[in-house]
DNA sequence: TCGATTACCTGTAGAGCGGTAGGTTTCGTA
DNA sequence: TACGAAACCTACCGCTCTACAGGTAATCGA
């Protein structure tokens, strides 16, 4: 039994990590963190368990190289949101469920103690909320409608855009979610 | 060894039965569905795991019985629901944050494939989005700003009473939930 | 007072989990 | 061509989980 005869000079390390971690990203959405065993990530990429750990020392290890996937994802720099963009953005995810089901599940898991990804999510929401605001003031100024700042109207949009997901992600024949989000952004529209 | 020397006559089956189902509300707040064990409920209410199945056979089971709780617990009849009332619950919430937190790691558990609450929370949301539509209605009339409708706008109403809840629950500090749902509302009282 | 039902218990099966230990093959490099 | 590192494997440990089987003590109605 030899192992790189098919497969010889390809698969580099770093080719290697990003299959695992894409794998992950599909069978935390199928079944969240706590529920994904490293045997069905492994299985998926044609490794066994133990061949998994090589990549990843711990299943923590896993789930961060996840999470720090999804910020490069999303790093636009704050300067070229738009609100527009934020539209398109959400039309977007529309087409791609699996990765949104991904977060939503592991945002649901976070609130409870002691889970490896609160930490993450808290941070990340402060960031967005900020950045949020940013976009919202370039957008509109100081005044949105009924006196709002774009500080207090920043966790709103973001509310909005995760809760809708959860909806959608439950019924999308029920749920428009880009519609939806577009009515909100109108709502912000009316000085 | 005698079971029931101490506590004899009382703790009637209906009683220990919503023991355990407050346990579980705990315990699923703590560590989510899939992480929650039967033995961590029942030893919270003084049994063994074994003794817990004696009341819930299987753990969807005692699940069922948290999401029935739920269910008579919010359900107060469509017609007396009005808008500040809404305020006036997301108020209370703010106050019980046990019980959110369970719902909301459920709810995110619930998108995964295969989930036993995932019906439960898809037809929920139906009715809970009509039911909004409703107060909407009675409150607004058929006019909200930018030509909104309120069928249109109930899932965004849902959208931010959850939202909101995720971002409170991971930094409680950072975000005022009733205060923001508040300027939600004054959002849609602009004519 | 008896007999059924209720309310628990102990014991255990059976599966899955993350992780360790320690091997062997392959590859890149000197 | 020799050697160290990288890439995987098998074997296994200890734990936890749900659930079943079958027991015993208390309770309650006839």
Redesign the pocket.
Known sequence: ?????A???R???GE?RAEIVRAALEVIAERGYR??????V?ERV??????????F?????LLVAVLEERDQWDAVPDSRWRVDLLASLVEYNAMRPAIIQTFSALLGESVTEGHPARDYFTERYVRVRASMAGVLRAEYGDRLPNGLTPERTAPLLVAVMDGLQYQWLLDPESVDMPGAFRDFLALLGEA
């Open positions: 039994m030899s192992y790189g005869d497969m010889n000079a698969a580099k390390s290697r529920g994904a065993s490293l045997a069905a492994a044609g490794l066994t368990q133990q061949g998994l750990l090589h990549y020392p711990t299943k923590d290890a």
